[in-house]
């Protein structure tokens, strides 16, 4: 028997298979028939499922995951860059390679 390839299923899809088996009108070896699943996947949902349903009703903002921006490091760095483009800017320019590339 050939192994199928590994398969990468929707939120949607897995959300839709999860509370049919919170239904509880059907077996897990039904469900997994019907949807083409291993039982064992459709138990994991099912746990994720009223895992995060919590996260629902939850009064708290959820966090932002991006770390915090750090204005003055950003603007020391463009400060550096500034310095240095106007250092070989001159540099250039007193090689000559600067006024032929401007041309």
Do not use: C, Y
Request: aromatic content about 4%.
């Amino acid at each position: 028997m050939a192994r199928r390839p590994r398969r990468n299923h929707s939120p949607a899809f897995k959300a839709k298979v999860a509370l049919a088996a919170l239904k509880g009108d059907r077996t897990m070896s039904e469900l997994a028939t019907q949807f083409d699943v291993h039982p064992n996947q459709i138990k994991q949902w099912e746990d994720q499922l009223l895992d995060g349903v919590t996260d629902v009703f939850d009064d708290k903002p959820k966090t932002s995951k991006e770390p915090p921006i750090d204005v003055k490091s950003l603007h020391a760095k463009i400060g550096q860059l500034t310095l240095e483009n106007d250092f070989l800017e001159g540099a250039l320019d007193k090689a000559g390679l600067l006024a032929s590339a401007k041309k």
